[in-house]
């Protein structure tokens, strides 16, 4: 009794431990089947099998792919069945994923964030007018904001203006425009409001919680 005991540090190395040591068994029994009818036949049943381990997915087409690959992962690609996705190669899969391409930017002023120079090209295409102008100092407004959040001091329009003509590539120049930006302490206000606004709310919500679990505590004679 003692000596047909198995150790999991004498057993074989199990290639997808999800499907437990049971399923990887019967692949390797389906393995060494001489005919490759009865091959197919058992092949089927495990792909039933493992399908069984999640109903809700079993009948799905990409599903079944998937458990088709994975059945012949675990036979190390050395079960002789057709499958009706195909049988996948071993390079095929071991193939690493060409990388991805993230963006990378790396802008000057980093407290203005991307989005600012993609207003800035957007509205480098338009035509001069009204629309243009309006465009213009709505992100001059924007970048003063966004500088104020980074430097709670209070900064002057030219500087923004000169940012703004830098990062235009000299195409949009406010520098010697006569109209002022919003100025800084209502900018610095608006956004300290929003953050109270947030504050508060949240501490009203707290607060009826507290009170409806009062009133849902409290003893009713």
């Given at each position: 009794m003692i000596d047909d005991i198995e150790y999991n540090t004498e057993r074989e190395h199990l290639i997808i431990p999800e499907?437990?040591?049971?399923i990887q068994?019967?692949?390797n029994?389906?393995?060494?089947?001489?005919t490759k009818e009865e091959r197919n036949k058992l092949a089927k049943s495990i792909i039933a099998v493992m399908g069984n381990m999640q109903p809700h997915l079993r009948d799905v087409a990409d599903f079944q792919h998937k458990l088709w690959d994975q059945l012949f992962i675990m036979a190390n690609f050395e079960l002789d069945a057709d499958s009706p996705y195909g049988a996948p190669s071993k390079e095929e899969l071991s193939e690493r994923p060409e990388p991805l391409e993230y963006p990378q930017n790396f802008p000057k002023y980093r407290f203005y964030g991307n989005n600012i120079k993609t207003m800035i090209d957007v509205a480098n295409t338009w035509e001069d007018g009204e629309m243009k102008e309006a465009l213009t100092y709505t992100i001059a407004n924007h970048m003063k904001k966004c500088f104020l959040n980074w430097n709670k001091d209070t900064v002057e329009d030219y500087v923004i203006f000169n940012h703004l003509f830098e990062l235009s590539d000299g195409k949009i120049n406010?520098?010697?425009s006569e109209e002022s930006l919003t100025d800084s302490s209502r900018?610095?206000?608006a956004s300290s409001g929003k953050k109270y606004a947030s504050n508060t709310g949240s501490k009203k919500t707290s607060n009826h919680k507290k009170s409806s679990n009062l009133n849902r505590n409290r003893k009713r004679y």
């Open positions: 499907y437990g040591r049971h068994k019967m692949i029994h389906a393995k060494i089947q001489e406010l520098k010697d900018l610095m206000k």
